[in-house]
């Protein structure tokens, strides 16, 4: 299932605005005990207050008045509202400015542990090892090859690239750091290279809005080839070493028409191979793991269809492998003579794997049948295996499955080998591996385990760590502990929870402080993983948890459907349930429990302080999702048509009427609420920036605390932060620093 969505990573968008702020009117507020004591008596700005604007919409009788509608401004230029984004920016810094040492200090911490020069796990393509490398001091990636002596080949797990004077010279064929330096916001996304290893195409972004310019250069002397293609969306091939395909996105962002590209022509004459005029639906472009095949996508959030192009001839249209058909989703991977479909619908819920021969789509054969329990969630197709992906109890399994000779009918699969691990949580996902060889790569990792490459030998069964992310700073897994537990839901459900804390500093009788995550959107599984960052929580005495929410995908798609549309509110009542849980199993102190989410974990965010906002001390919404109501009712905005399938089309009353109950800025109340930070970015194209700045104004207008409410607008970035790596991590030593404060835990030391 396509997953363009208002999902997001777990960066978190916390920075100081590097821009002249304008001077504003100053005096003293008063605060709240915890807040005041490490403000003392500093004069500090007065919060800017939203001014009132009558906005009157009215749908099925109820009339709702937006006074706060003006702040949204498409242009990103508007004097007045730059002006309210700044004097925020302002205010937070100010509130802020006590903590500066603390941010400095988490600063260099978080940077302490980052080995700044490294490289990735090399991997063969053709005749060449291709890795990335980071640079002492440098922001950015470098991206290498280097020639393999003995040329092509299947290779070993237990093969490593040699360097030294006499071996083939390294060969930087993009530096990222070199484009960087000439703006604010820089991200690649694609970064392809021609079947004949000449050429790189790139997909570079520098606002942060997601829309890219493509690059094609000389991989040997770095030389543009040809003009650039504007407009793209994240999604490139090499058809063959003289033509791509793209796909481009109308006016409302949405990935609508694929393209096809002559190296030398102009972008004005490409070919248009298909255009997808379905609002509802996306467009993803793939490129078979047998690199035979492209695979065009077509997706909304209940349906997906799939189309190919044959790479022997490029020059041909597109070809259907599935229909269109309403509420069946298909995956498609191919090797040999078959397509191997993996089929969901509203029956088959957690989807099936069927195989067919290319020249009969309609002789499907089962391979693997449904089941309730299992989730079939990835495919990964190799030249004599068949990797299985699949999800029970919330964890991933992996399973690799022996092929017949390529050519041979596949009636069955044969019992299958299974990767063992370690860990009672963990996380584990494919990595880009060779098709023609039986090394499957993969990423493994747990709350305790950083990301571990693996290779693992499909002939034997062996698997080989390629590398381990190094953690500096004395990083002892073993000091750790990793738990998974289980909430009640208020309907009775068991909702899981993955918990992290250090052994020698957690005392679990109710007095640690306790940082708790939720997601719960889009089908998207948050994984119990490594993130180096929580180190500065978790070091401090903090229990860090993991809420899995029925809205995402951890425990099948029932669990994803019964967080969705008219039982969104599971999402929320779940989060609380999770909360509850901890708190009653002396897992966290009341008085210093914080809770985060991003994107459409801020909607979660914002839904739960309206409901429960006595149960919280702080709270971190970072790009949050929270104006639900108006902007589902306009199409204008990106991602809107696309996702009336994931929270409904308010169009409808009885959506209009569900959406608007726990809709965050229409629920905002006269209420006490806790300590709040609130982050945007000005270019995000996934969550207008004016949705937190409304839930902020309204949030300054009716709640009845002097507790903190914070909101930093980066003008600089969009719904993924920052895009250099130290500059990120600026943003989260601000946001730990506000967590501390919050938690009235400044003194704590790692």
């Known amino acids: 299932m396509l997953q363009i969505g208002r999902a997001a990573s777990w960066a978190l968008d916390f920075r100081f605005l590097s821009r002249k702020q304008p001077s504003i009117q100053r005096r003293t507020v008063a605060l709240s005990k915890s807040s005041a004591s490490h403000t003392s008596n500093m004069t500090i700005p007065t919060p800017p207050i939203g001014e009132k604007v009558d906005h009157i919409m009215e749908m099925f009788g109820d009339v709702r008045n937006d006074q706060y509608y003006w702040l949204r401004d498409d242009s990103r230029s508007n004097p007045k509202v730059l002006s309210h984004l700044q004097q925020e920016n302002v205010y937070t810094n100010a509130v802020m400015a006590d903590t500066r040492q603390l941010q400095e200090e988490l600063y260099n ?232 479909i993996k089929r969901r619908s509203e029956e088959i819920f957690n989807s099936e794997l069927l195989v067919c021969p290319i020249d009969d789509l309609t002789a499907t054969t089962m391979l693997l049948p449904h089941r309730p329990s299992i989730k079939l969630q990835e495919l990964q197709a190799f030249k004599d295996y068949l990797v299985v992906y699949e999800r029970e109890n919330g964890l991933v399994k992996v399973t690799i499955y022996h092929l017949p000779p390529a050519g041979e009918p596949i009636k069955s699969l044969s019992s299958g080998q299974t990767i063992q691990f370690i860990d009672p949580i963990y996380s584990v996902s494919p990595v880009e591996s060779q098709f023609n060889s039986h090394i499957l790569r993969y990423e493994y990792g747990s709350l305790h385990t950083p990301p571990s490459i693996y290779d693992y030998d499909m002939n034997i069964g062996k698997s080989v760590l390629k590398k381990v992310e190094p953690v500096l700073g004395g990083f002892d897994k073993e000091k750790y502990e990793i738990l998974r537990k289980w909430a009640v839901a208020s309907d009775g459900t068991q909702v899981p929870i993955s918990i992290v804390y250090r052994k020698d500093m957690v005392k679990l009788d109710g007095t640690d402080p306790l940082l708790l995550y939720g997601y719960g959107s889009y089908e998207i599984c948050i994984e119990p993983d490594f993130r180096a960052t929580r180190l500065s929580l978790i070091d401090r005495g903090f229990v860090y948890a993991i809420a899995h929410i029925r809205g995402g995908g951890e425990m099948g798609r029932k669990w994803y459907e019964d967080g969705k549309l008219l039982k969104k509110k599971n999402t929320f009542t779940d989060f609380i349930a999770c909360a509850e849980y901890l708190l009653k199993n002396q897992f966290g102190s009341k008085e210093k429990i914080c809770i985060d989410g991003r994107s459409a974990g801020g909607l979660l965010i914002g ?144």
């Not at 330096?181 to 972004?205: C, L, Q, R, T, W």
């Not at 096809?260 to 191979?273: A, F, K, N, P, Y």
């Not at 492209?294 to 041909?316: A, C, E, I, M, W």
């Open 607 to 750: 839904a739960v302080l309206n409901m429960r906002p006595d149960l919280f001390k702080a709270a971190v919404a970072g790009v949050p999702f929270v104006d639900v109501v108006t902007t589902m009712l306009d199409s204008s905005i990106p991602l809107t048509t696309a996702e009336w399938e994931e929270w409904g089309d308010p169009r409808e009353e009885k959506f209009y009427f569900y959406m608007k109950s726990y809709s965050p800025v229409d629920n905002v109340q006269s209420q006490n609420y806790p300590n709040i930070l609130v982050t945007a970015g000005l270019n995000d194209p996934r969550v207008l920036y004016s949705e937190p700045a409304k839930y902020v104004a309204k949030l300054r207008e009716k709640k009845t605390d002097n507790n903190l409410l914070l909101f930093k607008c980066d003008f600089g970035a969009g719904h993924s932060s920052k895009s250099g790596r130290f500059d990120i991590l600026e943003e989260d030593a601000f946001r730990i620093a506000f967590v501390l404060k919050s938690l009235d835990l400044i003194s704590c030391r790692a």
């Open 109 to 340: 911490e978080l940077r302490g542990r980052i080995q700044e020069a490294d490289m990735t796990v090399p991997l063969r393509k053709g005749t060449y090892f291709y890795y990335e490398k980071t640079l002492e001091g440098k922001q950015y990636k470098q991206h290498c090859r280097q020639l393999i002596v003995g040329g092509e080949g299947p290779g070993s797990v237990n093969e490593v690239m040699k360097t030294g004077p006499d071996e083939p010279v390294e060969e930087v064929v993009f530096d990222e750091n070199v484009e960087a330096e000439k703006h604010e916001y820089y991200h690649i996304g694609a970064f392809k290279v021609s079947p004949n290893h000449k050429m790189i195409a790139y997909a570079e972004d520098t606002k942060g809005d997601e829309i890219y310019t493509v690059y094609v250069i000389d991989a040997q002397n770095g030389e543009l080839i040809g003009s650039p293609l504007m407009g793209i969306a994240d999604s490139l091939e090499w058809a063959d070493s003289e033509t791509l395909v793209y796909i481009t996105m109308d006016d409302i962002h949405r990935p609508f028409k694929v393209w096809r590209h002559h190296l030398g022509s102009d972008q004005s004459d490409d070919t248009c191979l298909y255009h997808e005029k379905d609002e509802e639906f996306y467009l993803e472009l793939h490129q078979s793991e047998s690199k035979e095949y492209h695979f065009v996508v077509s997706g909304s959030k209940t349906t997906q269809f799939v189309l190919y192009l044959n790479l022997s001839d490029p020059r041909k249209e597109l070809k259907y492998v599935t229909q269109r058909v309403e509420g069946v989703d298909t995956v498609v991977s191919h090797r040999g003579n078959h397509f191997f």
